[in-house]
């Protein structure tokens, strides 16, 4: 099972733009579908996007699409998140989490059975 560690978190402006990185070791990125999920103080974890083990296929709710892009390099076993036009409400510790091949997209959270330790976003003036 991989392990995954996440990077590139911080406090930054409203309207900022942050690149989250996503590590990993100790296993077959190749057979992993990958998903970033976020959570905010008191709420729940929820999906902001995910991508199939090839790259070819992504996913993000309807109230991220166009602000969040995820992406994936299978050569240097890293998964990233790029999230342009920030806003308060995107503050909130960010996950990356693995899960094998098969259906895609998959939203829940307790289909993923890989999960790094999360870093911190604050989006603030």
């Known amino acids: 099972q991989i392990r995954l560690e996440e990077s590139g978190g911080g406090l930054v402006q409203p309207g900022a733009t942050l690149r989250l990185s996503c590590t990993t070791s100790?296993?077959?990125?190749?057979?992993?579908?990958m998903g970033w999920f976020r959570q905010a103080p008191g709420k729940e974890r929820e999906l902001v996007a995910a991508?199939?083990?090839?790259?070819?296929?992504?996913y993000y709710p309807d109230s991220l699409k166009g602000r969040f892009t995820i992406s994936r390099d299978n050569i240097h076993d890293t998964v990233f998140l790029q999230m342009n036009s920030l806003k308060p409400e995107d503050t909130g510790v960010y996950y990356c989490?693995?899960?094998?091949?098969?259906?895609?997209?998959?939203?829940?959270?307790?289909?993923?059975?890989?999960w790094g330790q999360g870093t911190q976003v604050t989006v603030s003036s």
């Open positions: 989490a693995g899960r094998g091949r098969g259906t895609f997209p998959v939203i829940r959270v307790d289909e993923y059975y890989t």
């Open positions: 100790g296993g077959t990125f190749r057979s992993y579908a």
């Open positions: 991508i199939d083990w090839a790259g070819g296929r992504t």
